[in-house]
């Protein structure tokens, strides 16, 4: 039984037929967790000023009010998550880079929450390391290498 070849010599199944054939399961699953996340950013923004008491969380920074300058940034943060997931499920050319920016931001958030914010306020933060850092190395270091794959598929 013979297996069809493309004029590079490398077999169809190898070759994606579509960008998003290019991303780990993982990434997948996590791209609808975000998708909703997004989503739930942007009602929370909007319908902020009805809702009394609403623990927001990301990377270690929390509020319990929508409309602080915390919780307003930590809504952003989630809508751009949201923003990115979306241009990596329907496989926008951008979605790559703008996946690699938002781990670059997620690691660089983690790193001034553990090291800087403990410093800097006495109360509310403690010296920790953050999880969430493993799994942002492995989406960072995933994506530069599905990148220049994924530009060169469509």
Known sequence: MTQKTDFDGSTSQNNPKQRKDL??????FFIWIFLFAGIIGCLILSFGAFLD?????LYGIKTNH??????????LLFISKGFVAFGLWFEYQWAPKAAIIDAVLGIIICVMVMIVLPFVFTTGYKLTFRLELIPLYFYLTDMIKIDKKWVNLK
């Open 23 to 28: 991303l780990p399961l993982w990434i997948k």
């Open 53 to 57: 008491d609403t623990d927001l969380s």
């Open 66 to 75: 929508p409309y602080s300058a915390t919780g307003i940034f930590i809504c």
